[in-house]
């Protein structure tokens, strides 16, 4: 199992960017993918959750900002993110929930700042 | 939401002593859905428990998770200096969000 993110890079508030997380060993649209982040020198929060079936699930923080979707060709999941805002700021990480363990990518820094 | 408490906020101990965290949370949680992370600078979160009790794969049995409902504990027995990390608790399931603690800073002096 592996978990790859990319796509963070340094943004203006109310930008738009997307995170690309890239699994290998296994197929993404047979589990629970979640987003993770953490604010720099701070602790983990949870941002969204997309499950097999496609229905997906988001913190109040990110509700109607933030998108998961994902590629099944590609095996990609993706964090579509718009207007961000400073608080935006962290490391991205993506997940795997298998059953009662999760995986973890090394994650993605996201910078928001004018 | 269910709230996770962390305590204590900050551990200094010595090499061989052991290390107590506790984990409250606001509301009972499955204990099938309770996990312990080490944090480690630039490095994404270790799982190390799962399930409240049990070790992941190759985590050596100085670390004992247990506990139920609304009070959770991490034991690190027999400390050494690479166990200096943060440590978070998590719950998790069907029903989000979900939630992690606020994190217990661990320093082995």
């Known amino acids: 199992v592996n978990l790859v993110e990319s796509g963070g890079v340094s943004v203006q508030p109310g930008g738009s960017l997307r995170l690309s997380c890239t699994a290998s060993?296994?197929?993404?649209?047979?589990?629970?993918m979640h987003w993770v982040r953490q604010a720099p020198g701070k602790g983990l929060e949870w941002v969204s959750r997309?499950?097999?079936?496609?229905?997906?699930f988001y913190a109040e923080s990110v509700e109607g900002r933030f998108t998961t979707s994902r590629d099944d060709a590609k095996n990609t999941l993706y964090l579509h993110m718009n207007n961000l805002r400073a608080e935006d700021t962290a490391t991205y990480y993506c997940?795997?929930?298998?059953?009662?363990?999760?995986?973890w990518g090394q994650g993605t820094l996201v910078a928001v700042s004018s | 939401e269910i709230v996770l408490t962390q305590s204590p906020g900050t551990l200094s101990l010595s090499p061989g002593e052991r290390a107590t965290l506790s984990c409250r949370a606001s509301?009972?949680?499955?204990?099938?859905?309770l996990a312990w992370y080490q944090q480690k600078p630039g490095q994404a979160p270790s799982l190390l428990i799962y399930?409240?009790?049990t070790r992941a794969t190759g985590i050596p049995d100085r670390f004992t998770g247990s506990g139920s409902g609304t009070d959770f504990t991490l034991i690190i027995s027999r400390l050494e200096p690479e166990d200096s990390a943060v440590y978070y608790c998590?719950?998790?399931?069907?029903?989000?969000?979900?939630?992690f603690g606020q994190g217990t800073r661990l320093e082995i002096k």
């Open positions: 998590q719950q998790y399931g069907s029903s989000p969000p979900i939630t």
């Open positions: 060993g296994f197929i993404i649209s047979s589990h629970w």
């Open positions: 399930a409240a009790s």
């Open positions: 997309l499950n097999n079936d496609g229905s997906t």
């Open positions: 509301q009972s949680v499955s204990s099938r859905f």
């Open positions: 997940a795997r929930e298998d059953w009662e363990v999760w995986d």
